[in-house]
């Protein structure tokens, strides 16, 4: 079992940066690949950024490539999204979220998840 509580959103004109953090309960954490996923109302859950359970191995959206960074303290049982040159359309509900095996892009494959923090980039 694994609860994951997500922090640091909040509202940032555009630009700007932020850094998402998820604490994670459990000392299973360092078995678990890692994913961060954002929500707008009315919208799917979209895959924003994955990373291993050994933090060697990461990927991102398109969107966001280039500009986010994804990072992981297994010691601190911790994952991070830095979060830079932020956008308008940037702004939703972040979710980080757990998983054993699958897709990394698909949020069904994930077996925890937080409470989501919100995210607001103003122009």
């Known amino acids: 079992q694994v609860q994951l509580v997500e922090s640091g959103g909040g509202l940032v004109q555009a630009g700007g940066s932020l850094r998402l953090s998820c604490a994670a309960s459990?000392?299973?954490?360092?078995?678990?690949?890692m994913g961060w996923f954002r929500q707008t109302p009315g919208k799917e859950r979209e895959f924003v950024a994955a990373?291993?359970?050994?933090?060697?191995?990461?990927d991102y959206a398109d969107s966001v490539k280039g500009r986010f960074t994804i990072s992981r303290d297994n010691a601190k049982n911790t994952v991070w999204l830095q979060m830079n040159s932020l956008k308008p359309e940037d702004t939703a509900v972040y979710y980080c979220?757990?998983?054993?095996?699958?897709?990394?892009?698909?949020?069904?494959?994930?077996?925890?998840w937080g409470q989501g923090t919100q995210v607001t980039v103003s122009s």
């Open positions: 459990g000392r299973t954490f360092s078995s678990y690949a």
């Open positions: 979220a757990a998983r054993r095996r699958g897709n990394i892009y698909s949020p069904n494959e994930y077996d925890y």
């Open positions: 990373i291993s359970w050994g933090g060697g191995n990461t």
